[in-house]
């Protein structure tokens, strides 16, 4: 339905990723590139968001780039045998030829699990290239040693598809949204190259511990840490919460907002796809690419709360005057707006069609 949509293979040191092209990228406005989690592809990971009506405010003034990591697109062939799978480092690593072969110079990353992790790996060995990220569902430590022996056993007593369920959805959901989780297994069966699949999980379960560190005032200022503007997305009843919440204690708590989204399974962005992008529009406008003008339907609905005006206030609009005056940041009001953010609760944001209670906290601990 998109105007100057491209399908491209570019070629990549370490195999050919498969992208996905919408809209014109624009020399002073970033792109947004999306990348997928296991058993998963572009469609059957940010369909719904993208798809979702209010999602067109943002599309109007970004264009997107999904990329699909080697072998995990829609009717895909199955790898040749000589071809070794890349790590998730090397992964990370094919994402510079994609903005090199687009002509992009900067992106805003929206990765969910294993994208997540990709994403998060690029922005830390390429920190010019990335504006700000939006993870989901982000686990930054290696695979323990008790749980690839789970794994092990798994993978001998499961099926491939069983295995990827249980690596998107929580138990909770597993035996109770019977139809979604009908849906994905179909997905992830129908869809998906297996054998390319099983050799995308290998390599996400043998990924490294993601090196970051949280910087201390005072103390080492110089460790490596995430630049950009970040923010963590996980639904409380997800597999991942533990992983995101020890993300985010590892994180530059100036920098990281932690979102936490209420009576929500594995894929938010599935579940609850207008409160992901009522997130990610603050998260656009704070870095000042999506003006107040544009912002106007979004903030008429959400005037009720007290809550996000403080969050937006404090937060977003300090921030973008920031960003206007050139990305210059003092160190007091990176303070102050560390300060400011610490702990915002959302509780209260109604939305048009949904008046429950829809994110329990923006939490950013120190």
């Not at 997130?279 to 406008?285: N, V």
């Amino acid at each position: 339905s998109l105007t100057n949509c491209s399908t491209e293979h570019v070629e990549t040191q370490f195999g050919n990723v498969h992208c996905i092209m919408t809209g014109t990228p624009r020399a002073n406005r970033p792109v947004i590139l999306t990348f997928h989690d296991v058993g998963l592809n572009h469609k059957t990971c940010f369909e719904t968001l993208f798809n979702h009506e209010d999602m067109k405010e943002i599309l109007r003034h970004l264009p997107v780039c999904h990329v699909e990591a080697p072998g995990q697109h829609q009717g895909a062939k199955t790898l040749p045998t000589a071809y070794t799978y890349p790590t998730m480092d090397q992964l990370s690593e094919t994402l510079p030829a994609v903005l090199k072969h687009f002509g992009l110079r900067s992106v805003i990353g929206l990765g969910a699990g294993a994208g997540a992790y990709i994403l998060a790996k690029f922005a830390l060995n390429h920190p010019d290239q990335v504006d700000g990220l939006l993870l989901i569902n982000i686990n930054p430590n290696a695979e323990g040693i008790m749980d690839s022996v789970a794994n092990k056993i798994t993978e001998w007593t499961h099926t491939l598809p069983d295995t990827v369920i249980s690596h998107l959805f929580g138990k909770d959901e597993i035996q109770t949204n019977h139809d979604l989780i009908a849906t994905y297994r179909h997905h992830i069966t129908t869809t998906m190259n297996q054998s390319n699949l099983s050799q995308f999980f290998r390599s996400y379960n043998s990924r490294n511990a993601l090196d970051v560190e949280r910087p201390v005032p005072g103390e080492n200022i110089n460790v490596r840490t995430l630049k950009c503007s970040t923010m963590l997305v996980v639904g409380d009843n997800s597999p991942a919460v533990e992983a995101v919440v020890d993300c985010n204690s590892k994180l530059n708590p100036t920098r990281t907002t932690l979102l936490k989204m209420a009576d929500c399974g594995g894929l938010p962005q599935v579940n609850q796809p207008a409160k992901v992008i009522e997130a990610l529009k603050y998260f656009i406008q704070g870095m000042g690419y999506l003006s107040s003008a544009s912002m106007t339907r979004l903030r008429s609905r959400t005037t009720s709360s007290s809550s996000i005006s403080s969050f937006d206030g404090s937060r977003s609009r300090s921030h973008t005057n920031e960003l206007h005056r050139g990305r210059t940041h003092s160190h007091a009001s990176e303070e102050k707006r560390g300060r400011s953010h610490t702990n915002v609760s959302m509780e209260s944001i109604s939305n048009s069609n949904q008046e429950h209670s829809i994110l329990k906290s923006t939490e950013v601990a120190y």
